[in-house]
């Protein structure tokens, strides 16, 4: 490493270390919990609840939730702090929590109940007692009292599984207390609770392997961000995310797990980091190991599970967290020694799949010699098997043993799709220093490929066509060589990957189409690869699925025939888009989540950002707009091709107006700017710019935007991109405008939610309430609920313009039930029919200041807030009442008090 590197590296670690989480970031996932709490509060037969889960999933936040909630009732909370050292001492904990409130201290317990009963007779007293299995007996009786007598609100969280007294019990078994599991979160909010806990976005891949090795547990997860900021593996990239470099255990994560594991038998310990090496064992490979109670020693601590398989039982981590760490900790001569005993464990016929793939790993990693050959072979079986972390070790190992044109060339491949260009670059580019003039053009050419598509000068100097590998380098040894026949003529592949990267998807169709009825595997998957983002662009997602066999045929013989390509793997993510937007939304859906999933646990961050931006199109259409914002501002966070860079920024801008939060937006606004630009530009950056326009006050510019948009996509046959300038112009109530863009050819377009986008633009246009109202009824069935809801709107305002009262209200009626499904800001139609929210007391307060005149900064100053806390305020009260600036909400309220 350079000078300047080191000292680049050097200064991203103190900036890591520097950064501090959110002490009280948002809470997430936990909306209906708070309901229910709240509801259980206010009922007449209970005097509070009992919140009851495992350690870290998040008891404590909601506990101090609840005690806001009961402070902004105008209540009063007093918070019991309970644990081991309080629990010998009568009391201890509850005069503790009296004293700090200035509350009087008791000396027994009836002196605590008359203080505790005469402050809620006052006004209401929540006492929340944190971890309560822990209150000493004298204690639980004073509250069990105080619930019977309703003479206080209760609030108490208890671990499950942790010995409890029979006081405390008993006030949720005699039914004082409701007892509500607090269960654990979900990967997906998990992923939300990353980005909330730090100031920027975190890397989609490097936020979902945080969130699985989590498992559910808030604990946990702020110690694994922690832990990775410490250790300086966490930095921000070049896009501004957070992202992680590599695997690092600090002493926090020692610590963390140091409960689970210290009181384990030596015998225990052992079978513990075998298994932590191995991930699964067979249950008689295990007993090699180890004897029968270690096992049943770790299963009763919950550190492995038992699984039954077809022949025999397997032994698996319980606990990804605890294998991690013991497995980092395992030195390094008795993890040889491991893996030796590993090795010999297992029989012969115990080497199916992508257990043999880890033995010749293993073997590697104790000193025996292995062959190139074998370990480029399994690295490509571990590559399509999705294991990609293996597939890495492998494929470096042979590049560094043997430093050969096919381990190189394998190498850049993997380093490439995990976000690591410069390393990629520069095996690649000691490739192209080779005295065989074969290699050299392999490496060239590969470069050259990738500066298309990331639409950078390509060299002028290389010999022959660009185009796919030469045989003799990417073909395994032990397979027949299935393109000794075919050398493929670039040009064609080529000419479709320039024509899609300028935006001419008809063009790029046009010329892989032929491609996909070659009789090379390879030629028909590269060819694939291209021709489904052309053709959803050109709006024929059937046609998509229709190819979906012949490219599904192509990744079987590439398979058996051992040869990867990594321009293939978003075959199987824009055919799950296909079938998501020809109605099989929820599949779809399904699917790609265990895509990213599987592709982020493995560090194949190109995958998983590439699935986790097309989920976000398919969870912003269902309403979901919190998770898409999060997924398109997390993902695409180490690809550097400006495609999915400007799809990714274009989606955080508009989710980010749907959420209605000022600084979202402006944060968007700025992270889009370098991509506007940026190449040939999409027609998402259009629709975003134009979003902008809008919430700006520039109609006008937002209708020449994307009806200059609009004409351009017509003009390349891009219909799907049609469809959306079409819907987004009859959102912002230019449907006249819409329709003319509809050309004779958008009737083949064949999205479901694309055909009914037209519709509704037509039937707007033509002011057939009958007709929207049919549109409507469409986009709920398509899982759309704010286009549905839009539409019920627009049904309900024709229907008055009809005198038609009746029809009106049902069509709010319908309007009001499909906006429930569409969890974001109110957007232009739906004011057509939804009452004008009345302004907080704040919010008046805000806007009567900013109405004379004064500027954000003396507003913030004056009520004692911060600016970004006064805009946020502004940019709500102007959706409200409907106005663009300070100047209209000036005249608004001069109005209104003219009017008084």
């Keep these: 490493m350079s000078g300047h590197d080191s000292g680049e590296a050097k200064n991203a670690q103190t900036a890591s270390v520097r950064t501090r989480l959110t002490p009280r970031p948002r809470l997430v996932g936990r909306e209906m919990m708070l309901s229910r709490i709240k509801a259980e509060l206010a009922a007449s037969d209970r005097a509070g609840v009992v919140l009851a889960g495992d350690a870290g999933s998040g008891k404590t936040r909601l506990l101090q939730e609840t005690s806001a909630i009961v402070q902004e009732q105008s209540g009063r909370s007093l918070t019991v702090h309970a644990g081991p050292s309080t629990q010998a001492r009568p009391l201890q904990a509850l005069a503790g929590a009296m004293a700090s409130a200035g509350l009087p201290i008791p000396q027994t317990a009836a002196e605590a109940g008359g ?52 006081e405390v019990l008993g006030l949720w078994k005699d039914g004082w207390l409701c007892r509500l599991p607090v269960t654990t979160l979900s990967e997906s909010q998990l992923v939300a609770v990353c980005n909330e806990l730090l100031p920027q976005p975190v890397e989609f891949t490097t936020a979902a392997r945080f969130a699985i090795l989590a498992q559910g547990h808030l604990v946990v997860l702020r110690e694994l961000i922690s832990n990775a900021l410490e250790s300086g593996i966490l930095t921000r990239n070049t896009h501004g995310m957070w992202a992680d470099s590599g695997d690092h255990v600090g002493a926090r994560l020692q610590q963390l797990i140091a409960p689970r594991t210290e009181a384990l038998s030596e015998t225990g310990k052992l079978a513990l980091e075998a298994l932590s090496l191995a991930q699964t064992l067979p249950l008689t490979a295990a007993l090699q190991i180890a004897d029968s109670t270690a096992w049943e020693e770790l299963e009763s601590h919950a550190l492995a599970q038992v699984e039954e398989g077809p022949e025999t039982a397997e032994i698996g981590l319980a606990n990804r967290l605890v294998g991690r760490v013991t497995a980092w900790n395992v030195p390094a001569l008795r993890r040889r020694r491991l893996l030796r005993q590993l090795l010999d464990a ?19 990693e104790t000193g025996q010699d292995v062959a190139e050959g074998e370990l480029l072979a399994s690295a490509r079986r571990a590559w399509w098997s999705r294991d990609w972390t293996t597939a890495h070790a492998l494929a470096e190992a042979a590049w560094r043993s043997h430093g050969s044109p096919a381990a190189g060339l394998l190498f850049s491949k993997i380093l490439s799709h995990e976000g690591r260009q410069a390393q990629a670059h520069s095996v690649l580019d000691a490739l192209a220093s080779s005295p065989d003039p074969q290699v050299a053009v392999a490496a060239q050419s590969i470069s050259s490929r990738a500066k298309i598509m990331r639409s950078l000068p ?15 380098l990417t073909c395994s040894p032990q397979k027949p060589d299935m393109r000794s026949a075919h050398t493929l003529v670039s040009s064609d592949l080529d000419k479709a990957v320039h024509a899609f990267i300028s935006g001419d998807c008809r063009t790029a169709w046009g010329a892989a189409q032929p491609l996909l009825d070659d009789s090379d595997p390879l030629r028909v998957a590269v060819a694939g690869a291209v021709a489904l983002p052309a053709l959803l662009k050109m709006g024929r997602p059937k046609d998509c699925l229709g190819i979906a066999p012949r490219l599904q045929w192509a990744m079987q013989n590439l398979e058996a025939a051992d040869l990867p390509d990594y321009e293939i793997l978003n075959i199987p993510v824009l055919t799950c888009y296909a079938e998501g937007i020809t109605g099989r939304r929820t599949q779809a859906v399904a699917r790609l989540r265990t895509l990213a999933r599987e592709a982020a646990a493995s560090r194949n961050t190109t995958l998983a950002s590439r699935a986790g931006l097309v989920l976000a199109r398919l969870l912003f259409e269902q309403g979901d707009v919190a998770e898409a914002h999060r997924l398109f501002c997390s993902a695409g966070g180490n690809d550097d091709l400006p495609l999915v860079q400007q799809f990714s920024r274009a989606g955080e801008v508009i989710t980010a107006l749907h959420l209605g939060e000022a600084h979202l937006k402006e944060a968007a606004q700025l992270r889009l700017e370098p991509y506007v630009n940026d190449g040939p530009r999409p027609v998402d950056i259009d629709l975003a710019l134009a979003a902008c326009d809008m919430h700006d006050g520039r109609r006008q510019s937002a209708v020449k935007r994307l009806t200059e948009a609009g004409r351009s996509a017509l003009e390349h046959g891009a219909l799907g991109e049609l469809s959306y300038v079409v819907h987004a112009l009859t959102r912002i109530g230019h449907s006249e405008t819409a329709t003319v863009l509809c050309a004779p050819e958008s009737q083949d377009i064949q999205g479901t939610v694309d055909r009914i986008r037209i519709a509704f633009a037509k039937a707007v246009a033509a ?41 009106a209200t049902a069509a709010a009626r319908r309007c009001a039930k499909a906006r429930r499904g569409y969890h974001g800001f109110p957007t232009f139609l739906l004011y057509a029919v939804e009452e004008r929210e009345p302004l907080s007391n704040r919010e008046k307060e805000i806007a009567l200041l900013a109405a004379a005149g004064h500027t954000s900064q003396e507003i913030a100053q004056r009520l004692v807030v911060s600016p970004r806390t006064v805009d946020n305020h502004l940019y709500r009260i102007y959706r409200k009442l409907g106005v663009d600036n300070r100047r209209a909400l000036r005249t608004l309220l001069n109005q209104h008090s003219d009017a008084q």
């Design 346 to 364: 297992f029989s012969p016929d115990q080497h199916p799949g992508r257990r043999e793939v880890r033995f010749t790993l293993w073997r590697h």
């Design 115 to 166: 203080v505790i009963s005469r402050e809620h007779r006052r006004r209401p007293l929540l006492v929340c007692v944190d971890d309560a299995h822990f209150l000493d007996p004298a204690t639980g009786a004073l509250l069990a009292q105080l619930a019977r007598e309703r003479r206080c609100l209760l609030t108490l969280t208890l671990t499950d599984n942790l010995p409890t007294s029979h």
């Design 767 to 807: 002011g057939s309430a009958k007709d929207v109202a049919m549109c409507a009824e469409m986009f709920e069935q398509a899982q759309t609920p704010l286009y549905a809801a839009e539409a019920w709107a627009v049904a309900s305002r024709l229907r008055q313009l009809a005198h038609e009262p009746r029809m």
């Design 458 to 472: 390509v060299a002028e100097e290389i010999g022959e066509p660009l185009g796919l590998l030469p045989d003799a």
